[in-house]
Antibody, heavy 121, light 108 residues
Framework: EVQMVESGGGLVKPGGSLRLSCAAS????????MNWVRQAPGKGLEWVSS????????YYADSVKGRFTISRDNAKNSLYLQMNSLRAEDTAVYYC??????????????WGQGTLVTVSS | EIVLTQSAGTLSLSPGERATLSCRAS???????LAWYQQKPGQAPRLLIY???SRATGIPDRFSGSGSGTDFTLTISRLEPEDFAVYYC?????????FGQGTKVEIK
């Protein structure tokens, strides 16, 4: 069974940093592109970042470019999101999601349950 | 950046009715790389449709997707009680991989 479990969310002050983790299981992790998608309270979905299976390609939303860094450790079946210079508008549930195989499959097929990040003083 | 506009914020329909949800892109979506997701309160989104018209594994055939270029549609042929939820479109043909703002399908 494909499963992703996010962790690392919490309360952080503006300007602070946080590192989110996503533990994946039930599939060959290194073969799949992975994504982070967030959802502010009561709002819609916002794509944040994506990374290819071998970490060759990384993409970011303009709203987080230069502040967030996506990475993965295929030996540990884990995906990460390092978030720096956090702002109040980064407050959201952050979802880890897996794409399907192939360069034409960048949608998010399987999702974790999310981890809440709250940026507030 | 491709902006996706889901024209109806809320659709009020009855069980058994047909639901037609629209998603319009500000420019052509590369290779019709458009997906639809369903989200219920307190849950993660669920993939329904990818490549504009391909149903994801395990998705009932009452859900169908159509369209190309800049205009896409998700159709639910006969609404079941469990279909009342929020639906999002997403284009994944170019970065950033933008979402529409969502359409809520509520019980009339």
């Amino acid at each position: 069974e494909v499963q992703m479990v996010e962790s690392g969310g919490g309360l952080v002050k503006p300007g602070g940093s946080l590192r989110l983790s996503c533990a994946a299981s039930g599939f060959i992790f290194s073969s799949y592109n992975m994504n982070w998608v967030r959802q502010a309270p009561g709002k819609g979905l916002e794509w944040v970042s994506s990374i290819s299976g071998s970490s060759t390609y990384m993409y970011y939303a303009d709203s987080v470019k230069g502040r967030f860094t996506i990475s993965r450790d295929n030996a540990k079946n884990s995906l990460y999101l390092q978030m720096n210079s956090l702002r109040a508008e980064d407050t959201a549930v952050y979802y880890c999601a897996r794409s399907d195989l192939g360069d034409n499959s960048a949608y998010s097929h399987y999702w974790g349950q999310g981890t809440l990040v709250t940026v507030s003083s | 950046e491709i902006v996706l506009t889901q024209s109806a914020g809320t659709l009020s329909l009855s069980p058994g009715e047909r639901a037609t949800l629209s998603c319009r892109a500000s420019q052509s979506v590369s290779s019709n790389y458009l997906a639809w997701y369903q989200q219920k309160p307190g849950q993660a989104p669920r993939l329904l449709i990818y490549a504009a018209s391909s149903r994801a594994t395990g998705i009932p055939d009452r859900f169908s997707g159509s369209g190309s270029g800049t205009d896409f549609t998700l159709t639910i042929s006969r609404l079941e009680p469990e279909d009342f939820a929020v639906y999002y479109c997403q284009q994944y043909g170019s970065s950033p991989r933008t979402f529409g703002q969502g359409t809520k399908v509520e019980i009339k």
